[in-house]
């Protein structure tokens, strides 16, 4: 979940724009600021509940900012324990099935919301009040512009600004995933021993990353309006005896990867798959640099993520599909 990135780990400039800037409200893009501003700036700790594609499980989370370092650690309670540390945006270790599904993740610097960006792609409202765990809040929707990206529903705590519910919906109004806090405690910070990692918790080896070697290796020939590369990494997959290069965009709300693996002739197929709001869409393309699959994974539409995958490109050279 955007308001809570260690979420999407479980299962991760500005520009002025009066003329659209109008369909907004100034309201909501305060309540965006004090979001942005809480989620860096304010400890907490609590319980929350996540939906996604029917399926339900619950969490403790820890939040703590010290210092200018922010501390978070994330514990699943259903099923097998799985766990997740991570300070300034930096993950530190893993559990559970996340260890063989994490293996070198891309780390990404801390990003905070930016309401006037936020208006080039989504309208931004103020839908009402609400009540969540035993605290009043304020429901801000974002709703797009194009049909490249999903609508949220926000609902924030009115003392600090904290999401307390997020609803992630499609372009007919159906749910895709749900956030929902149970327990917010902002009065207690978290301990040293609450964000200390558990024994099963291994930690995450990190490989150098080339980023300029990444960005000059691939591009895209379309991205949908908004997105822009984040984050970039090469890294070595052992198993596979190969380089798998990964480039990360945002559009200051959703995310999505592209990942270039080289492979031969007859490996692998072309595949199109979605679960909740998270995507995934695999596909052959035939480059100078030999065959490529091509793996886009996000929270975008299905199309959106197969028009990216077919629009890499080598740089600097014109890929043959």
Same mark, same amino acid.
């Given at each position: *979940?955007?308001?809570?990135?260690?979420?999407?780990?479980?299962?991760?400039?500005?520009?002025?724009?009066?003329?659209?800037?109008?369909?907004?409200?100034?309201?909501?893009?305060?309540?965006?600021?004090?979001?942005?501003?809480?989620?860096?700036?304010?400890?907490?700790?609590?319980?929350?509940?996540?939906?996604?594609?029917?399926?339900?499980?619950?969490?403790?989370?820890?939040?703590?900012?010290?210092?200018?370092?922010?501390? =978070?650690?994330?514990?699943?309670?259903?099923?097998?324990?799985?766990?997740?540390?991570?300070?300034?945006?930096?993950?530190?270790? /893993?559990?559970?099935?996340? /260890?063989?599904?994490?293996?070198?993740?891309?780390?990404?610097?801390?990003?905070?919301?930016?309401?006037?960006?936020?208006?080039?792609?989504?309208?931004?409202? /103020?839908?009402?009040?609400?009540?969540?765990?035993?605290?009043?809040? /304020?429901?801000?929707?974002?709703?797009?512009?194009?049909?490249?990206?999903?609508?949220? %529903?926000?609902?924030?705590?009115?003392?600090?600004?904290?999401?307390?519910?997020?609803?992630?919906?499609?372009?007919?109004?159906?749910?895709?995933?749900?956030?929902? *806090?149970?327990?917010?405690?902002?009065?207690?910070?978290?301990?040293?021993?609450?964000?200390?990692?558990?024994?099963?918790?291994?930690?995450? %080896?990190?490989?150098?990353?080339?980023?300029?070697?990444?960005?000059?290796?691939?591009?895209?020939?379309?991205?949908?309006?908004?997105?822009?590369?984040?984050?970039?990494?090469?890294?070595?997959?052992?198993?596979?005896?190969?380089?798998?290069?990964?480039?990360?965009?945002?559009?200051?709300?959703?995310?999505?990867?592209?990942?270039? =693996?080289?492979?031969? %002739?007859?490996?692998?197929?072309?595949?199109?798959?979605?679960?909740?709001?998270?995507?995934?869409?695999?596909?052959?393309?035939?480059?100078?640099?030999?065959?490529? *699959?091509?793996?886009?994974?996000?929270?975008?539409?299905?199309?959106?993520?197969?028009?990216?995958?077919?629009?890499?490109?080598?740089?600097?050279?014109?890929?043959?599909?």
């Amino acid at each position: *979940m955007r308001a809570l990135p260690l979420l999407s780990l479980l299962l991760g400039s500005c520009m002025t724009v009066p003329v659209l800037a109008a369909n907004s409200s100034p309201e909501a893009s305060e309540w965006l600021n004090k979001l942005a501003q809480a989620e860096q700036g304010q400890s907490y700790q609590g319980s929350f509940v996540y939906e996604r594609n029917g399926s339900f499980s619950s969490h403790d989370i820890w939040h703590r900012v010290q210092d200018g370092k922010v501390s =978070e650690r994330l514990l699943q309670l259903d099923g097998a324990a799985q766990e997740i540390v991570r300070v300034n945006g930096k993950v530190q270790c /893993v559990s559970g099935s996340l /260890v063989s599904g994490v293996g070198t993740p891309p780390d990404s610097a801390p990003r905070l919301l930016d309401p006037l960006k936020l208006m080039s792609w989504y309208d931004l409202g /103020v839908a009402g009040n609400a009540r969540i765990a035993g605290r009043d809040a /304020v429901i801000v929707t974002l709703t797009p512009r194009d049909q490249h990206r999903y609508a949220f %529903e926000l609902h924030l705590d009115r003392q600090t600004g904290l999401p307390l519910r997020s609803l992630m919906l499609n372009d007919k109004g159906q749910l895709l995933e749900r956030f929902q *806090m149970t327990r917010l405690d902002t009065d207690d910070v978290p301990t040293d021993r609450d964000l200390q990692a558990s024994a099963a918790c291994k930690p995450v %080896e990190r490989l150098a990353a080339t980023k300029s070697e990444t960005v000059a290796g691939w591009r895209s020939d379309w991205l949908p309006p908004g997105f822009e590369l984040v984050n970039s990494a090469i890294r070595r997959d052992p198993e596979r005896n190969s380089t798998v290069s990964s480039l990360m965009y945002d559009d200051g709300l959703a995310r999505f990867s592209v990942f270039l =693996e080289p492979i031969k %002739e007859d490996a692998g197929t072309d595949t199109r798959a979605q679960l909740g709001p998270t995507v995934a869409v695999s596909r052959h393309l035939n480059t100078p640099k030999g065959k490529v *699959m091509v793996t886009v994974v996000g929270e975008i539409p299905l199309g959106t993520a197969e028009r990216v995958a077919l629009s890499m490109r080598a740089q600097d050279v014109q890929a043959r599909q």
